[in-house]
T-cell receptor, first 114, second 110 residues
């Protein structure tokens, strides 16, 4: 499968715990994006990388959220001290080079904070 | 006001019907436009890009009206398999961020 992959697919955690999600983009894509989606809403942009550089962060990305893409390949999104309001689907997408290129989405990680 | 607005629906149509969705965007500097399809509990998948001159892909036609800042999607001869949520997406020039509408839900019934 040469698409975007995300792990884990589901995560249940208790409030206050830290969680980390991984995204592996399509191999030749140098742009990687993180979005969050809650029920009944469209995906909301969180951040994006061009290679290893994090070029834009949404104000939605509070201090408890951090994303990395250390070698310009896979990326991790960590949420510290999770809150119930963090429960959502976290989607990763990648695109080839230009901003006009299509963003291809992974299957998402569904997070439930109890 | 949201940056990208869509009628949430639901649109319930019989097989074979023609259905149209509209989407409005607030930022006149927006340069790239897309329609994505999202099935229940799945990731969004690109349906089609929207070009200034309008474009067609089989039963699907997309139109862009920059002056009025809206995008439309027309589905002809609806199939049961067209049942999904259709997301309108807008992007600024050279921007990484895509702004999504909240989607329009379509249910095609036999």
């Amino acid at each position: 499968d040469t698409g975007v992959s995300q792990n884990p697919r589901h995560k249940i955690t208790k409030r206050g715990q830290n969680v980390t999600f991984r995204c592996d983009p399509i191999s030749e894509h140098n742009r990687l994006y993180w979005y969050r989606q809650t029920l009944g809403q469209g995906p909301e942009f969180l951040t994006y990388f061009q290679n290893e550089a994090q070029l834009e962060k949404s104000r939605l990305l509070s201090d408890r959220f951090s994303a990395e893409r250390p070698k310009g390949s896979f990326s991790t999104l960590e949420i510290q001290r999770t809150e119930q309001g963090d429960s959502a689907m976290y989607l990763c997408a990648s695109s080839f080079r230009l901003a006009e290129e299509t963003q291809y989405f992974g299957p998402g990680t569904r997070l439930l904070v109890l | 006001r949201k940056e990208v607005e869509q009628d949430p629906g639901p649109f319930n149509v019989p097989e074979g019907a023609t259905v149209a969705f509209n989407c409005t965007y607030s930022n006149s500097a927006s340069q790239s436009f897309f329609w994505y399809r999202q099935d229940c509990r799945k990731e969004p998948k690109l349906l089609m890009s929207v070009y200034s001159s309008g474009n067609e892909d089989g039963r699907f036609t997309a139109q862009l009206n920059r002056a009025s800042q809206y995008i439309s999607l027309l589905i002809r001869d609806s199939k049961l398999s067209d049942s999904a949520t259709y997301l309108c997406v807008v992007r600024l020039l050279n921007a990484g961020k895509s702004t999504f509408g909240d989607g329009t839900t379509l249910t095609v019934k036999p």
